[in-house]
């Protein structure tokens, strides 16, 4: 694959882009301390916009890294940061990636996160030049796996996954993927 970091990607009602410290308010007051936007993931709602901020300044910090690929979502009729998709698990080697993503509940059920979705799935494969797309989600979070099937992620089955320091998320998980032929000619 041919890393290269987090670029600016628009589509028709959002702008992707690498986060900047002005966010911080954005992401407080849009996501970061709403305990239901968390509930599927590791990290605790903040209580303070001093965490929010501190979070923020070591992600522009990885910014560094050619192969750290950590959208912000801003609503471009708002101008406001009202969620973030990134992706992990990098394998160059398999050429696949995840990729995971939260919008402000606020904001849940308008196509958001599928307009999102898609388009940096357009980006793993006509930019990076990764053949393999998956993610996951929480048996109990089925806009998640709706999301995932409206971006053309196909079902690939069901396991359980333990996470040993946060086991409120432990639990069975939906796995999803989808491939794209690479013309190597
Ligand atoms: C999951 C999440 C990203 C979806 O974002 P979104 O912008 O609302 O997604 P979309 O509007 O593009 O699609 C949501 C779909 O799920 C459907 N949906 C919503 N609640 C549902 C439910 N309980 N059961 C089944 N489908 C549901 C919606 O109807 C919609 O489908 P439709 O367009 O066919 O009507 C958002 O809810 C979120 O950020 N949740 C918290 C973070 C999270 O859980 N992220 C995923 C981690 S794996």
Not at 65 to 86: E, F, P, R
Not at 121 to 131: D, K, P
């Amino acid at each position: 694959m041919k890393h290269v970091e987090t670029q600016t990607i628009e589509t028709e009602r959002l702008i992707l882009r690498k986060y900047e410290m002005t966010d911080a308010e954005d992401m407080f007051r849009n996501w970061v301390a709403d305990p239901e936007a968390s509930r599927f993931w590791s990290w605790a709602p903040h209580k303070d916009i001093l965490e929010t901020k501190s979070l923020l300044s070591g992600w522009i910090k990885e910014y560094s890294k050619l192969d750290i690929y950590h959208w912000v979502i801003v609503l471009k009729n708002t101008s406001q940061a009202i969620g973030y998709i990134y992706f992990d698990e990098i394998d160059n080697d398999a050429r696949s990636l995840s990729v995971h993503c939260l919008i402000s509940r606020k904001l849940w059920n308008q196509g958001i996160a599928t307009e999102a979705c898609k388009s940096v799935l357009e980006f793993a494969f006509n930019t990076i030049g990764a053949s393999k797309v998956h993610s996951r989600h929480h048996i109990e979070n089925p806009a998640s796996g709706k999301v995932l099937r409206k971006c053309g992620m196909g079902y690939v089955s069901t396991e359980y996954r333990h996470y040993p320091d946060c086991k409120r998320i432990s639990g069975n998980y939906h796995i999803y993927e989808i491939t794209r032929h690479i013309d190597k000619s």
